[in-house]
Each structure stands twice: as C-alpha cells, then as structure tokens.
C-alpha cells in the first residue's frame, strides 16, 4: 500500500479541467514539498511539478500544483489529448525517514 | 544535454546476484545526489536507494536494506547499485535519477531510460 494516496484514474475532455488528488499525513505532505512526476507508457518519468508548486522549465502553464494541509493536487486545464498519461506524487516523510510516492493516477482524455 | 544511460539489467535466478551501471553527463556529477526508482511491470514507482554527491549519506527502501548497495565513482561519472539475494518480487525497470535538491527528497529531475531486472526461477 502505497504511503500516499491517489485516486487510480481520471478523466475528461478536451478543454476541461482535471484535478489530482493526492492525500498523506502531517509527516510527509503536511511537512514536507511534493513533487510530481509524468509518466507516459514505456518511458521514464519526468518532473512535472516541484516544491509544492513549481514548475520546471519547459513544462507548460496548463499544469499547476497547490497543497492545503496534509494533500496535494495537480491541475491540468484546457486538457489535451497527449496529456494522457500516469501522473504521480512524492513527497519526504518524516517518520519513515524516506521518499515516499503515491500510487499513481491514470489520467484519460475522453 | 543531461544524460544517464543505465546498463545492466538481465534475467537472473532468485538468489543471485546482480550491478546495474548508471553513467551520467552534461552537468558535474558529484555536485548532486543520485537515486535508484524501480517500477514493476504494470505497477507504480518504488524508491529503492539514494546517496549524496560523495557517496557519504546512502538510504534503502526497507524491502532492499542487507541486499542492495548504492555506490558512485565521481571520476567515472557512474552510480551503481549492486543487487544480491535477488527475489521474483524484484523484477522490476530500474531507473537511475538525479536529484534536484539535497540528496533525500524526492525531487528527480532527469531519469535513465530504464534498465530491466528479471528475477525468475
């Protein structure tokens, strides 16, 4: 069981807006920057969101990322088609005393 | 252009024994952490292992703690991670990544292509 939780799949239609959900606790999520990783079938990860709410160079506006509390989201609008992809958290704990990544969302494009 | 190409990864017996090569460049290896991410087929990521820019500080995910170690050769620009008492349930793609910030949080911000680990009888 994956220490932070995500809902296994989303979806919507072109232009809509998707949101994330990703829940933890006060030793990881609530304490510590999340991060977000894109994954698209066959290929490794890449960074998408850092610090709770940045985003690397070459990622686009439409992806942004916020936290209240002990959760985190990601928002994709005016969703596109090559957005389909597995999207996922990460963050520190601070109890366990290592990374630790949520179980992944499935994000589809109706 | 930041790269890391992986190497290694093969089809190997429970019990055995296994390096996975990472060799890194186009940024100057030994100022960043670096950290080993393992994704079964199908399934979600994993962090494996992790260690500072000198190979001082290492962690292991509880599931490899005894069996795998980290290690880096900062003149090689290389990471490796050598995997003992292979287990069926470690069969897994092996990623080797970067680190962003610091040499523990999860801020990966390029990642190998892959290298595939099989443990099967």
């Known amino acids: 069981q994956s220490v932070l939780t995500q809902p296994p799949s989303e979806s919507g239609t072109p232009g809509q807006r998707v949101i994330i959900s990703c829940s933890g606790s006060?030793?990881?999520?609530?304490?510590?920057?999340v991060y977000w990783y894109q994954q698209f079938p066959g290929t490794a990860p890449k960074l998408l969101i850092y610090r709770n709410d940045q985003r690397p160079s070459g990622v686009p506006a439409r992806f942004s990322g916020s936290t209240s509390g002990s959760s985190a989201s990601l928002a994709i609008s005016g969703l596109r088609s090559e957005d389909e992809a597995d999207y996922y958290c990460a963050a520190w704990d601070d109890s366990l005393f290592r990374p630790v990544f949520g179980s992944g969302t499935e994000v589809t494009v109706l | 252009e930041v790269q890391l190409v992986e190497s290694g990864g093969t089809v190997v017996r429970p019990g055995g024994s296994l390096r996975l090569s990472c060799v890194v460049s186009g940024f100057t290896f030994e100022h960043y952490g670096m950290a080993w991410v393992r994704q079964a087929p199908g399934k979600g990521l994993e962090w494996v292992s992790n260690?500072?820019?000198?190979?001082?500080?290492?962690g292991y995910a509880d599931s490899v703690k005894g069996r795998f170690t980290i290690s880096r050769d900062n003149a090689k620009n290389s990471l490796y991670l050598d995997m003992n008492s292979l287990r069926v349930e470690d069969t897994a793609f092996y990623y080797c990544?970067?680190?962003?910030?610091?040499?523990?949080?999860?801020?990966?911000?390029?990642w190998g292509q892959g290298s595939l680990v099989t443990v099967s009888p």
């Open positions: 260690t500072n820019g000198y190979g001082v500080n290492r």
């Open positions: 006060s030793s990881n999520i609530g304490s510590n920057y």
């Open positions: 990544a970067r680190v962003l910030e610091g040499w523990e949080i999860p801020s990966f911000d390029y």
